[in-house]
């Protein structure tokens, strides 16, 4: 069974790493409330055994965290501005969960991202795709970080789409901004913020390749899979 992640992904926007820290803040502080595992976080280190140093949520902290992940270059450390701050954790727990943030960017060609890197739906992974908890996740990803485009997919749903870089990929959710203004074959859609989300299906494991073209097409045809600027 495919493994699935939660990715928001927008272009260039310069904030410094106290509001990326608050960003996260809200999204950790949300993400708890839907579920427990998903509320405490440890650094990601070389190896599972190595990484135990829990991450202290709060936004002060989160914006210290993200000032000690500036990208910086190979020779002499130095730090390059544009290209934002990294963080990586993971919550050692079950169902295993890893988050990863590049935000902060505002390097042109370069996207800024946040995503969490779910298990197979199955076992106790299985609470966090049910589709009120999904939704609830989704929700609060996409308000605390206010993406061009998020969805929630697998890798085999992603390699069914003969997508161009930077374009939005289709998944069983789908936030794509702005809203989207046309009925999807085997979907519904709700609105979010001044976009749109487009959920296939209720169950996470029974989207198809054909049901994910088929959104593909008719979103495509209708404007609403625009790349990043």
Known sequence: MDSFYLGAYWGCRKESASECGQRLARCIAGLGAVDPVLGSWFLKGWSRKSAKTPVDASAVALGELFAKGRNRTDFGGEVIEDLGFRVGMWNRA???????AGVGMYCPGLSN?????????????LRLFDPDAARAIFTIVVEAWE???????????????????????VGWLTYLRPAVRVDVPGATKWPLLDGSVVMIGRDATAVS????????????????LRPIA
């Open 94 to 100: 079950k169902p295993e969960v890893g988050l990863s």
């Open 147 to 169: 993406p061009a485009w998020a969805t929630w997919t697998s890798r085999r749903l992603r390699e069914a789409q003969d997508d161009a870089a930077q374009v939005p990929v």
């Open 113 to 125: 991202c946040f995503v969490l890197d779910f298990p197979a739906p199955d076992g106790d992974a």
């Open 209 to 224: 390749e054909e049901a994910v073209r088929k959104a593909r097409r008719r979103l495509s045809k209708a404007g609403s």
